[in-house]
């Protein structure tokens, strides 16, 4: 069965730094592209970055370029979200997911909250 | 990067068909994806490559596309049906999610 399971969010000051993990098994983690997707309280999904499988190449949205970094550890079947110089409206659930080979985002994660707020 | 637009809102009865539309300059070079989300659960993909539905999928779901605008349609929708609905693409620099579509069971 394939599972993701987030890990790392909780409250942060403004300015602040949280690096969010996701754990992924049931599957043949190297082989699959995976996503981070936020969705702001009461707000529709907005897709964060997106990294392939062995880590090569990354792409973020413009609204956190430049401040947060996507990565991955093929041996501990773990995908990460660091999150640097936090905003308030980076507020929002977290979810990863993988990218399945018909493109779609076919497997998600709970979701880990972050809240930005002093 | 580009952007996909869908109505806010759709109301339907039970029993009746329901379609969500999505609109995106992009939409005819690539592909789309469409996401069911219920309250205080993760997305669901409940079509792919515009119209191909996945296993375990409803066949009252089907998808199609003509031009900018690809379209996810329910018949016979039932209560278990209301939701948010999410239309996705993606391309060489990235995804992008459209705005989302509340469904109301009447």
């Known amino acids: 069965e394939v599972q993701l399971v987030e890990s790392g969010g909780g409250l942060v000051q403004p300015g602040g730094s949280l690096r969010l993990s996701c754990a992924a098994s049931?599957?043949?983690?190297?082989?699959?592209?995976m996503h981070w997707v936020r969705q702001a309280p009461g707000k529709g999904l907005v897709w964060v970055s997106r990294?392939?499988?062995?880590?090569?190449?990354?792409s973020y949205a413009d609204s956190v370029k430049g401040r947060f970094t996507i990565s991955r550890d093929n041996a501990k079947n773990t995908l990460y979200l660091q999150m640097n110089s936090l905003r308030a409206e980076d507020t929002a659930v977290y979810y990863c997911?993988?990218?399945?080979?018909?493109?779609?985002?076919?497997?998600w994660g709970q979701g880990t909250l972050v809240t930005v707020s002093s | 990067s580009y952007e996909l637009t869908q109505p806010p809102s759709v109301s339907v009865s039970p029993g009746q068909t329901a379609r969500i539309t999505c609109s995106g300059d992009?939409?005819?070079?690539?592909?789309a994806y469409w996401y069911q989300q219920k309250p205080g659960q993760a997305p669901v993909l409940v079509i792919y490559?515009?119209?191909e539905r996945p296993s375990g999928i409803p066949e009252r779901f089907s998808g199609s596309s003509s031009g900018t605008t690809v379209t996810l349609t329910i018949s016979g929708v039932q209560a278990e049906d209301e939701a948010d609905y999410y239309c996705?693409?993606?391309?060489?620099?990235?995804?992008?999610f459209g705005g989302g579509t509340k469904l109301t069971v009447l």
């Open positions: 997911a993988r990218n399945g080979q018909d493109g779609g985002l076919g497997y």
């Open positions: 049931g599957f043949t983690f190297s082989s699959y592209w």
């Open positions: 990294i392939n499988s062995d880590g090569s190449s990354t």
């Open positions: 992009a939409l005819p070079k690539q592909y």
């Open positions: 490559k515009d119209s």
């Open positions: 996705q693409s993606a391309d060489s620099s990235g995804t992008v």
